[in-house]
């Protein structure tokens, strides 16, 4: 019987639970089993992760599985608190707090771009895990000496939380997706003759949106613009609370 998801994310805990020491030793572990998840996912994408699929893979019964990771549901649990834990947390250099919270958003667009499958994850029970809470703890001291309240602390990350999580999305690749750059490059002067004088700003906005980035949309830009007015935001509540 599978234990509960609270006790699979820390089960390494002295206070978890442990399972029964009668019978054969199991063949794999709650953590082996994650980890070959998580590569399953990286190299074929979160539909791909099935008990099915990866009890094959690791040579045990689905049932045997289910011991070890509960339902397919609490495995992406654990396998995005995993994730988590396995992120090298870079100490805070700067005495800054733009600085240190542009880090916490640049590490956390990294660790979507290693890991696309976790934009498929919305199961807010990632929030209990170990992995999770000491990823929250360190990106919270962001925010040291900004006098914001514990509240507004949290409000004010997940504030920069949803913008990168909203841009990494952005960032995704498509497969099979036509080169942008190339499309507009080829067919911007065409489109501006279709668009004609019906659309002016449109025209006008978008041609000069176009020229500085050769396509017309950049996801770089958008990241870029978008993170520093999310900062200057945050300064108005914390300089001017």
């Given amino acids: 019987m599978a234990r509960d998801l609270i006790d699979l994310l820390w089960r390494d805990h002295p206070d978890a639970p442990?399972?029964?020491?009668?019978g054969p030793q199991a063949k794999v572990t709650t953590k082996q089993a994650v980890s070959a998840a998580i590569t399953?996912?990286?190299?074929?994408?979160?539909?791909?992760?099935?008990?099915?699929?990866?009890a094959a893979d690791l040579g045990v019964s689905g049932m045997a599985l289910y011991t070890h990771v509960g339902s397919r549901d609490d495995l992406l649990v654990l396998m995005v608190d995993a994730a988590r834990a396995g992120t090298p947390r870079t100490p805070y250099t700067s005495d800054?707090?733009?600085t240190r919270v542009r880090q916490v958003a640049e590490a956390d667009l990294a660790l979507y771009t290693a890991h696309w499958w976790l934009l498929d994850i919305s199961d807010q029970r990632v929030s209990l895990g170990p992995g999770t809470i000491a990823a929250y703890d360190h990106d919270l001291h962001a925010f040291d000496h900004t006098g914001l309240t514990d509240l507004d602390r949290d409000a004010a990350l997940t504030f920069v939380s949803d913008f990168t999580r909203?841009?990494?999305?952005?960032?995704?690749?498509?497969?099979h997706a036509a080169d942008m750059a190339e499309v507009w490059s080829s067919w911007h002067r065409r489109l501006a003759a279709y668009v004609g004088d019906?659309?002016?700003?449109a025209r006008r906005v978008g041609a000069a949106a176009g020229e500085?980035?050769?396509?017309s949309y950049s996801p770089q830009a958008a990241w870029a613009f978008g993170l520093h007015r999310a900062l200057d935001a945050l300064e108005s509540l914390i300089d001017h609370p």
């Fill in 166 to 175: 909203a841009s990494a999305r952005a960032h995704r690749p498509v497969p």
């Fill in 96 to 98: 800054h707090w733009r």
């Fill in 212 to 215: 500085a980035m050769n396509t």
């Fill in 40 to 54: 399953l996912a990286d190299t074929e994408g979160l539909a791909a992760v099935t008990v099915r699929r990866l």
């Fill in 198 to 201: 019906e659309f002016p700003l």
């Fill in 18 to 22: 442990r399972g029964g020491t009668r």
